[in-house]
């Protein structure tokens, strides 16, 4: 049974988990890991969701504010031999919640072509792809998404 729980960037599965994400985007990205990675900090993240299975932390991710209307989605990561079981779809769908909750409208995020399992899972859950925004535009390996949220 999958359990998930809300927390911050404090709690430590969501820090390991997190570090387990960096190495395997370490090795995805190669030498592009550096430019990612100093968007990627953690210290000021106020929602954070991580999944739990049989009482293991097995998945994460976070929102943080864009803009007046908008979270961005960040840090999403499932274990590898975890993946495929729909914990990212959940997590996903816990955060987007989260985000009408706070009264937020959309959310956007950003992912490499790298990562051709997160891009299936984000058109999978209705992220429409929009031009790269901030400090992705004119970056090539990058693809950014957006969909609009329901409010609660």
């Known amino acids: 049974m999958i359990k998930l729980r809300r927390t911050n960037s404090e709690d430590q599965d969501f820090i390991e988990l997190v570090a387990a994400l960096d190495g395997e985007l370490a090795e995805r990205d190669g030498e592009e890991h550096d430019f990612y990675h100093?968007?990627?900090?953690?210290?000021d993240i106020k929602y954070a969701v991580v999944a739990y299975r049989d009482?293991?932390?097995?998945?994460?991710?976070?929102?943080?504010?864009?803009?007046?209307?908008s979270v961005e989605v960040k840090r999403m990561y499932t274990l590898?031999?975890?993946?495929?079981?729909?914990?990212?779809?959940?997590i996903l769908a816990d955060l987007e919640d989260w985000a009408a909750e706070l009264g937020y409208s959309s959310c956007v995020?950003?992912?490499?072509?790298?990562q051709p399992e997160a891009i299936a899972l984000y058109r999978k859950q209705g992220y429409q792809d929009i031009a790269n925004y901030g400090q992705y535009i004119g970056v090539a390996n990058s693809r950014c998404f957006r969909k609009t949220i329901k409010l609660n």
């Open 38 to 43: 100093q968007f990627n900090a953690i210290d």
């Open 55 to 69: 009482s293991k932390p097995v998945g994460c991710g976070a929102i943080k504010a864009f803009d007046e209307d």
């Open 80 to 90: 590898p031999t975890y993946r495929g079981m729909g914990i990212a779809s959940r």
């Open 109 to 114: 995020l950003e992912t490499g072509l790298q």
